[in-house]
């Protein structure tokens, strides 16, 4: 499958909050993707959690979206995300296979980190944006602060705890690329078809990064 040839960190960083997506019928994808668009997003994650996610990938990248996979654990992974039309992928943890696999497939691997050591081996393998995970349990704002200064061109996208509440704090900090949430596509949201609460928790995300 044909798919898009944006940037993908810069889609997610005009962005400031992508939304984390858990789906578990990819028949809604369409009306989920119109939800996101209304409220402006034009980038989504959609993990690996459920059997439908490819299926969904695929829909919302055919829609135009800069789609990436999420929970992705193996390489295999990788390559079924590629075929499906993400052109980027999420990892909770750093896997070296599963960067291999994205550089093989030409896709943006944004593996998950919660300490300095795994930063380190992150950007030895020449990725220096990361996502930090889990960012609330791990010391969220904080240790990206105490990050900052031996890690000067790292760069962050804490998923794990955040919120409408806390969002504000991390969007703040100029080492945050973005932030990764999904309170504004809860699954019991998706469950019950409430597509005017997906686009207005949406809009109100995307306004927290944009607001001056």
């Known amino acids: 499958m044909a798919r898009t040839m944006t940037d993908p960190l810069a889609a997610i960083a005009d962005q400031r909050v992508l939304p984390v997506v858990t789906i578990d019928d990819a028949g809604t994808a369409r ?9 402006g ?12 996610a490819a299926d969904a990938i695929a829909a919302l990248a055919a829609d135009g979206f800069v789609v990436g996979a999420g929970t992705v654990l ?14 980027f992928a999420v990892s909770p943890g750093l896997d070296q296979s599963v960067v291999q696999a994205c550089a093989e497939f030409d896709l943006i ?32 704002v904080a240790l990206i602060k105490a990050l ?7 760069c962050f996208v804490p998923t794990g705890g955040l919120t409408a509440e806390n ?8 080492q945050v690329l973005a932030i990764g949430g999904s309170w504004m596509t809860a699954p019991s949201l998706l469950a019950a078809a409430d597509w005017d609460s997906v686009e207005r928790l949406t809009r109100e995300a995307i306004g927290l990064g944009r607001s001056p």
């Open 109 to 140: 691997a944004l593996p998950g980190v919660a300490t300095a050591s795994e930063l380190t081996q992150a950007m030895s393998l020449g990725i220096s944006t990361v996502k930090l995970f889990p960012a609330e349990v791990v010391g969220g």
């Open 74 to 87: 193996s390489a295999q992974q990788v390559q079924i995300a590629a075929a499906a039309g993400a052109v």
């Open 148 to 154: 900052a200064a031996p890690f000067p061109n790292a």
């Open 167 to 174: 969002a504000g704090s991390y969007l703040a900090l100029p």
């Open 41 to 52: 997003a034009t980038a989504v994650e959609i993990t690996f959690r459920s059997e439908a």
């Open 31 to 39: 009306e989920l993707g119109r939800a996101l668009r209304s409220a």
